[in-house]
Nanobody
Framework: QVQLVESGGGLVQAGGSLRLSCVAS????????MGWYRQAPAKPRDLVAT???????NYADSVKGRFTISRDYAKNTVYLQMNSLKPEDTAVYYC??????????????WGQGTQVTVSS
């Protein structure tokens, strides 16, 4: 089994910054992708940013220039540095990972989510 544990959410004023972390542990042979999605109330879960094993990154247009995704490959960790936060960034942020386990099967995993609230 694989577990994703997120941390770093909280309440911040508009214009402020937060840094999210997500650590993957368990039966991990390799990690193909790690990233962040978010879900606001009554809205679908949307891409924020992803990073592949080859360091290719992808960002939602709404966060480009404000958010930065980074990886610590040795620690199976992904970070999301969020700057210039806006009230519309308020959501539950979920970590996602696509992982090959010891049985050579590639699976998708989600973290439990961490709340980010940006006050105006």
């Amino acid at each position: 089994q694989v577990q994703l544990v997120e941390s770093g959410g909280g309440l911040v004023q508009a214009g402020g910054s937060l840094r999210l972390s997500c650590v993957a542990s368990g039966d991990i042979f390799s990690i193909n992708l790690m990233g962040w999605y978010r879900q606001a109330p009554a809205k679908p879960r949307d891409l924020v940013a992803t990073s592949t094993a080859s360091s290719f990154t992808n960002y939602a247009d709404s966060v480009k220039g404000r958010f930065t995704i980074s990886r610590d490959y040795a620690k199976n960790t992904v970070y999301l540095q969020m700057n210039s936060l806006k009230p519309e960034d308020t959501a539950v942020y979920y970590c996602k990972a696509i992982i090959k386990s010891g049985d050579a099967v590639v699976r998708q995993f989600w973290g439990q989510g961490t709340q980010v609230t940006v006050s105006s």
